[in-house]
């Protein structure tokens, strides 16, 4: 089944904790990207990825690390979480955008509390 | 930056009527997309219009773009209870490899 999972679904940890939300894709897509949802605000692109080693910073890049060393994988890392990035966040591929067009894909989305 | 707006920010209507929302955007864009999401779930595309395209139609979803207005429109014909979400625009700008999302309108559908 072609899907986008992301592990974990729930986080709960404290400030300046560093932690790891992976992501992972069956589709062989190229394009892959992170989002994080806040209330009244929709999503917000933190990080995207064109291809393997080819990263760049979306909207709220700020905090959060990722690398694309494999097609498949796209963690997210947040070296030293504070209390505002406290979020829903969702890892989202598809085939090259920007080329007529290309519909995402979702993750289930990770719950993560920062206290 | 916040690309689509979506209007209005909530509806709620009664099975069986159709359900409108609108989208307003700001740049030049490649394509526009309406996904779907289920109480904070991963969102799901729904359809997908082109800048060069003005009307779409998927099963009981239909909908338009206005280059002109940068605005578009999702109608839900005939709605159901399980209609119940929250539906987000999208808009792919050009030359870029952004998908921006709006902030969403929250569908209430009463059985």
């Known amino acids: 089944e072609a899907q986008v999972t992301q592990n974990p679904r729930y986080l709960i940890t404290v400030t300046g904790k560093k932690l790891t939300v992976t992501c992972s894709q069956n589709m062989n897509h190229e394009y892959m990207s992170w989002y994080r949802q806040d209330p009244g605000l929709g999503l917000r692109q933190i990080y995207y990825s064109m291809n393997v080693e080819v990263t760049d910073k979306g909207d709220v890049p700020e905090g959060y690390k990722v690398s694309r060393k494999e097609k498949r994988n796209f963690p997210l890392i947040l070296e030293s979480p504070s209390p505002n990035q406290t979020s829903l966040y969702f890892c989202?591929?598809?085939?090259?955008?920007?080329?007529?067009?290309?519909?995402?894909?979702f993750g289930s989305g990770t719950q993560l509390s920062v206290l | 930056s916040q690309q689509g707006e979506e209007d209005p920010q909530a509806l709620s209507i009664q099975e069986g009527e159709n359900a409108t929302m609108n989208c307003s955007y700001k740049?030049?864009?490649?394509?526009l997309q309406w996904y779907r999401q289920n109480s904070g779930r991963g969102l799901v595309h729904l359809i997908l219009i082109r800048s060069n395209e003005r009307e779409k139609h998927s099963g009981r979803l239909r909908v338009t773009l206005d280059t002109s207005k940068k605005s578009s429109s999702l109608l839900i014909t005939a709605s159901r209870a399980a209609d119940t979400a929250s539906y987000f625009c999208?808009?792919?700008?050009?030359?870029?490899?952004?998908?921006?999302f709006g902030a969403g309108t929250r569908l209430f559908v009463k059985a």
């Open positions: 740049t030049s864009i490649n394509n």
């Open positions: 999208a808009t792919e700008q050009t030359g870029g490899f952004k998908t921006i």
């Open positions: 989202a591929s598809s085939q090259r955008p920007g080329q007529g067009g290309e519909k995402l894909f």
